[in-house]
């Protein structure tokens, strides 16, 4: 038994987990006791047999390398027999995910902000992910809170830092600590799942592409797979290195912050398709030439297109999206005769029905896409099904949406998000919206008349389990909607979504502008829930 640190500590406030882990800026992550009581906590409460394995990674962002370095030392004093770890530290979260769920590790701890800003300043984050490899349960992250409530001490062992960029096994305190190649597992398991000779035939006659890393953690997994396994050539993936601070940049994957990416996509010298993921690999973004696909729109699109990838031919056995995401995937459940369940935010949601065979693709209309391949989203999962795709079909973006909507109709969407507003004006904002709930059905708002109003709640069909409060729903006549919710994963201030829909049939207009095809909808939501009256806000900070 190694020697073991008892260092004396108390509780910390506002350590209560998001939807996706603890994030708080750098600077309260580094204050003395902050990381290490939560990590403690985590340890404190987690089923784990005895000799279990622990992953640990992250996103490269700032203080990655730090808190790494004091996991191992934790996970030695408390009783762990291995820790796989990735080389530099760095593990995308559905490459974590592989990881745990390939080695057989009892959990994981995944140091990341996602799509949040790196750097000395900004944010940084930690989840722990079960056994199954997806985010720990509500269940699991209350207990985690709980013990932050009541923590009095943390351990360690005196041992110095590992080299993290040496690829290979030492001994801390007597527990074995693995460094590993943080690409090759992932890349693998990729290759066991599409049609990469199909992609690489398409490539060698003239699909071409432009991938943006957003010098975030997806470098190093798109260069290997794009250019290294399926030909597209050098300079492909741009953006491609991990930097502490993403460059400087907000390494989200949408309209604003990949700007330049839409630009060129838009463009005359456009390539055929264009991709971004995000600060920790989980989340896409896919336009084609002229073209940008909504990521609900996307979800739809590859649901009703899986079976062009080997893996998947013949077994969908049902798709999932969460509660904001639009009803397209609703569409091509419904014609495919497959089951299609509503979740609330959180991928965390995901997993039991994952793991009960429910549904094989997932989605999120914050750019999330994923399958049973791992229990995370994973953006360049979605990359590369959108090739097989068009490689196997041999049509471009444009083409595959059109023929879509021409099939399904169209659900036009968008997300405007109020961010960094003052807490009690967002407080104040939803509990009018809760209080108003009983009397807007039945109401007009310009040519909008409510059907349905309530607050969202969720019982899982696996375990029978709870979720209530996840947001607010106004239903209209005719299948347009308004859906108000709270974020969970900002560090400051509070962020307020809000997330218009509006289905047109297949006779409609499928091709029209989107602002112009919400503009009774944003009326609306104003008119609704006073949204410039609670925040100060005349306009939403980003649209995606």
Same mark, same amino acid.
């Given at each position: ?28 992550f ?18 784990r ?29 408390n ?65 985690i809170?709980e013990?932050t ?30 460094v ?18 199909a ?11 432009r ?22 050539p050098?300079?492909?993936?741009v953006?491609?290195?991990p ?21 060129? %996509?838009?463009g &005359?010298d +456009?390539? /055929?398709?264009? *991709?971004?993921?995000? $600060?920790? @690999?989980d989340?896409?973004?896919?336009? !084609? ?9 996307s ?23 969460? %509660?904001?995401? &639009?009803? +397209?995937? /609703?569409?091509? *459940?419904?014609?495919? $005769?497959? @089951? ?5 935010? !959180?991928?965390?949601?995901?997993g ?38 068009? *490689? ?45 709930l ?12 409510v ?45 307020l ?48």
């Amino acid at each position: 038994m190694p020697d073991i640190i008892t260092v004396a500590t108390q509780p910390i406030a506002g350590q209560k987990p998001g939807t996706s882990g603890l994030r708080k800026k750098v600077k309260v992550f580094q204050q003395p006791n902050f990381a290490e009581n939560f990590i403690q906590s985590v340890f404190d409460v987690v089923e784990r047999d005895e000799g279990a394995t622990l992953v640990i990674g992250g996103d490269g962002r700032f203080h990655n390398r730090t808190v790494i370095q004091q996991a191992i030392r934790m996970a030695a004093a408390n009783g762990y027999a291995r820790v796989l770890v990735g080389q530099g530290g760095i593990l995308s979260t559905p490459a974590a995910s592989n990881v745990i769920r390939k080695y057989g590790a009892s959990g994981g701890l995944v140091l990341s902000a996602s799509h949040n800003p790196g750097g000395p300043d900004e944010d940084f984050g930690i989840k722990y992910n079960i056994a199954n490899g997806g985010p720990a349960p509500e269940g699991v992250t209350g207990a985690i809170y709980e013990r932050t409530l009541t923590i009095d001490r943390w351990l360690s062992v005196d041992a110095p830092d590992i080299d993290l960029d040496a690829i290979g096994t030492v001994s801390v305190a007597g527990m074995s600590v693995e460094v590993i190649d943080s690409v090759a597992d992932y890349a693998d398991l990729m290759e066991t799942l599409f049609d990469f000779d199909a992609i690489r035939k398409a490539v060698a006659s003239g699909l071409t592409m432009r991938f943006d890393a957003m010098s975030a953690v997806t470098g190093p997994y798109a260069r290997e797979i794009l250019e290294g396994r399926l030909g597209f050539p050098a300079g492909t993936v741009v953006n491609g290195t991990p930097l502490e601070d993403f460059g400087g940049h907000h390494p989200d994957p949408n309209l604003i912050h990949a700007r330049e990416l839409y630009e060129l %996509m838009m463009g &005359s010298d +456009a390539p /055929d398709i264009g *991709a971004a993921s995000d $600060g920790d @690999g989980d989340r896409n973004l896919i336009i !084609g030439r002229g073209r940008f696909i909504t990521p609900s729109d996307s979800l739809a699109m590859l649901a009703a297109n899986i079976e062009c990838a080997p893996a998947y031919k013949g077994r969908l056995a049902g798709i999932a999206r969460s %509660m904001p995401t &639009s009803a +397209a995937a /609703d569409r091509v *459940a419904e014609a495919l $005769g497959v @089951g299609c369940f509503e979740t609330p935010t !959180g991928w965390k949601f995901f997993g039991n029905l994952l793991d009960a065979g429910k549904v094989t693709i997932c989605g999120e209309e914050s750019a999330g896409t994923g399958s049973d391949h791992v229990r995370e989203k994973d953006g360049l999962w979605a990359v590369l099904l959108w090739l097989n795709i068009l *490689a196997v079909r041999g049509i471009s973006v444009d083409e595959l949406a059109r023929m879509h909507w021409a099939r399904f109709g169209r659900n036009y969407y968008a997300r405007h998000d109020y961010e960094g507003i003052e807490n009690a004006g967002a407080d104040a904002l939803m509990d009018g919206l809760k209080a108003a709930l009983a009397t807007l059905p039945g109401q007009s708002f310009g040519a909008l008349t409510v059907a349905v109003a309530d607050s969202f709640s969720y019982t899982d069909p696996v375990d029978g389990s709870v979720s209530e409060n996840q947001g607010i729903r106004i239903l209209f006549e005719g299948g347009s909607r308004v859906v108000f919710r709270l974020s969970g994963t900002g560090t400051q201030g509070a962020t307020l979504r809000v997330y218009l829909e509006n289905y047109v049939g297949t006779d409609g207009d499928l091709d029209a502008e989107t602002g112009a095809m919400l503009a009774d909808q944003i009326a609306a939501a104003e008119a609704i829930a006073g949204i410039t009256r609670n925040t100060g806000r005349t306009a939403p900070d980003v649209i995606t």
